[in-house]
């Protein structure tokens, strides 16, 4: 099986092919790209893939626009940080989503269901695409997955929309919805997001701060440093450090100290006071 993997995170990729690895151990990666400009070239050089295991959100863009720009005939798997909600527009017409951090279970799952693609309707129509000059690829029940990709877009956050006013948070067995503004923190380690609301509850998220930096609303929430986005209430008092630095006294308290270096101490101050 010939897998292309379409992933802008070193480490998702590299997590991935070792999952790959242990899932379907004949599996040969093709490629691994970053951009949605890279996976366009390489599908216009290349035959199409067994299987496509691709992020959404890359370098350059959505990898949603692949398909906007190009047909494709293999089956793809997304793998993806975004809530299930946004998602499920469009589950049935794929073979699978898996939320980061993929799971090997959940990956052998999805392969199973891979097995059950149905491979003969996407010959023929690969052929008849092929005859009429169009680009080499057909994807099963094509303008109801293109009309699913849509609606996927149309629910996904992107420049001009509103900026994210809630997340859905596990909570036991449960998925509920709460309010960005609950918010207090967000801190990463070791690839894990956790929101912090501001009664101190912690939630696991599916969303990396680069991607929260871009979903939440600026005017009111801020990247302290490489591991922590407050929201302004959350924000009680500033203690200079050392060498320009400053320490962020949060609430609720952090079990760690977080400091600003003094390249961002500057734009912090200005957060603060609403410039």
């Given at each position: 099986?010939?897998?292309?993997?379409?992933?802008?995170?070193?480490?998702?990729?590299?997590?991935?092919?070792?999952?790959?690895?242990?899932?379907?151990?004949?599996?040969?990666?093709?490629?691994?790209?970053?951009?949605v400009a890279g996976a366009l070239s390489w599908l216009d050089r290349n035959p199409a893939p067994d299987l496509i295991l691709s992020d959404i959100q890359l370098a350059d863009g959505l990898s949603l626009e692949i398909?906007?720009?190009?047909?494709?005939?293999?089956?793809?798997?997304?793998?993806?940080?975004?809530?299930?909600?946004?998602?499920?527009?469009?589950?049935?017409?794929?073979?699978?989503?898996?939320?980061?951090?993929?799971?090997?279970?959940?990956?052998?799952?999805?392969?199973?269901?891979?097995?059950?693609?149905?491979?003969?309707?996407?010959?023929?129509?690969?052929?008849?695409?092929?005859?009429?000059?169009?680009?080499?690829?057909?994807?099963?029940?094509?303008?109801?997955?293109?009309?699913?990709?849509?609606?996927?877009?149309?629910?996904?956050?992107?420049?001009?929309?509103?900026?994210?006013?809630?997340?859905?948070?596990?909570?036991?067995?449960?998925?509920?919805?709460?309010?960005?503004?609950?918010?207090?923190?967000?801190?990463?380690?070791?690839?894990?997001?956790?929101?912090?609301?501001?009664?101190?509850?912690?939630?696991?998220?599916?969303?990396?701060?680069?991607?929260?930096?871009?979903?939440?609303?600026?005017?009111?929430?801020?990247?302290?440093?490489?591991?922590?986005?407050?929201?302004?209430?959350?924000?009680?008092?500033?203690?200079?450090?050392?060498?320009?630095?400053?320490?962020?006294?949060?609430?609720?308290?952090?079990?760690?100290?977080?400091?600003?270096?003094?390249?961002?101490?500057?734009?912090?101050?200005?957060?603060?006071?609403?410039?």
């Amino acid at each position: 099986m010939n897998v292309l993997l379409i992933e802008d995170e070193y480490p998702a990729a590299e997590r991935l092919q070792r999952l790959l690895l242990q899932a379907a151990p004949e599996a040969q990666v093709l490629a691994v790209l970053d951009t949605v400009a890279g996976a366009l070239s390489w599908l216009d050089r290349n035959p199409a893939p067994d299987l496509i295991l691709s992020d959404i959100q890359l370098a350059d863009g959505l990898s949603l626009e692949i398909w906007e720009q190009v047909v494709v005939s293999s089956p793809v798997i997304f793998t993806t940080a975004y809530d299930a909600y946004a998602i499920h527009a469009f589950r049935a017409n794929s073979v699978d989503y898996l939320l980061k951090p993929v799971k090997l279970v959940e990956l052998q799952a999805a392969l199973q269901k891979l097995q059950r693609w149905p491979g003969s309707e996407i010959k023929s129509k690969s052929e008849e695409l092929k005859e009429q000059g169009k680009p080499s690829a057909f994807n099963p029940s094509l303008s109801t997955f293109h009309s699913s990709m849509e609606r996927l877009l149309d629910a996904l956050p992107h420049a001009g929309r509103p900026y994210k006013t809630r997340f859905l948070v596990r909570q036991g067995e449960q998925l509920l919805p709460l309010p960005a503004s609950e918010a207090a923190w967000f801190v990463s380690r070791h690839e894990v997001t956790t929101l912090v609301a501001s009664d101190g509850r912690r939630y696991v998220v599916d969303y990396t701060l680069e991607q929260l930096e871009k979903l939440l609303d600026p005017a009111h929430f801020f990247r302290l440093n490489r591991q922590v986005i407050a929201q302004l209430p959350a924000v009680r008092r500033l203690h200079p450090h050392f060498n320009g630095k400053l320490a962020v006294e949060l609430h609720p308290a952090p079990t760690e100290e977080v400091l600003v270096s003094r390249e961002k101490a500057g734009s912090l101050k200005a957060w603060l006071e609403g410039s």
